[in-house]
């Protein structure tokens, strides 16, 4: 079976995940690490980034890391992005092509800003770029049910 060409409506999700490799993600959807800096001395790298696929009645849970993290918007329908610095406030952000209806193909979640994701389509595909580099050890997946407020 061919490659699927990601401006194609009509591709599936399955489809986006075997073609890129993309694994089960702990907080939810598909994710592949497409790279991570490695210094030469060790230590933490400098950034990761990976590509994450989120499907109709899939999300990315509320948690939070320890560096800021930046999400590209790459395929699929728009992504609504929801952040809370404190806990309580949250802040809601579409990413997607439709510049007119208030959508963004890039934001930044700062370090330690709580976080979670959902598609608002049939799929969304995107890019999480993290600064320094993501360690899992830096990771806090919230409570099941939590929510800001």
């Known amino acids: 079976m061919p490659l699927p060409d990601l401006r194609d409506p009509r591709v599936e999700a399955a489809r986006v995940v075997t073609a890129l490799g993309l694994a089960p993600h702990p907080e939810g959807g598909h994710f592949r690490e497409v790279w991570r800096d490695r210094p030469a001395g060790g230590g933490r790298g400098a950034g990761t980034a990976i590509y994450y696929l989120l499907a109709a009645g899939e999300r990315s849970h509320w948690h939070r890391v320890d560096a800021a993290e930046a999400w590209h918007w790459y395929a699929g329908g728009p992504l609504a992005l929801s952040l809370s610095a404190d806990g309580t406030e949250e802040e809601l952000l579409q990413l997607g092509p439709d510049l007119g209806a208030g959508q963004r193909p890039f934001?930044?979640?700062?370090?330690?800003?709580?976080?979670?994701?959902?598609?608002?389509?049939?799929?969304?595909?995107?890019?999480?770029?993290?600064?320094?580099?993501?360690?899992?050890a830096g990771f806090e997946l919230a409570q099941p049910g939590w929510a800001p407020g």
């Open 107 to 136: 934001a930044v979640v700062p370090a330690g800003c709580w976080q979670a994701a959902a598609p608002l389509g049939r799929w969304t595909l995107a890019g999480c770029t993290v600064s320094p580099a993501f360690d899992f």
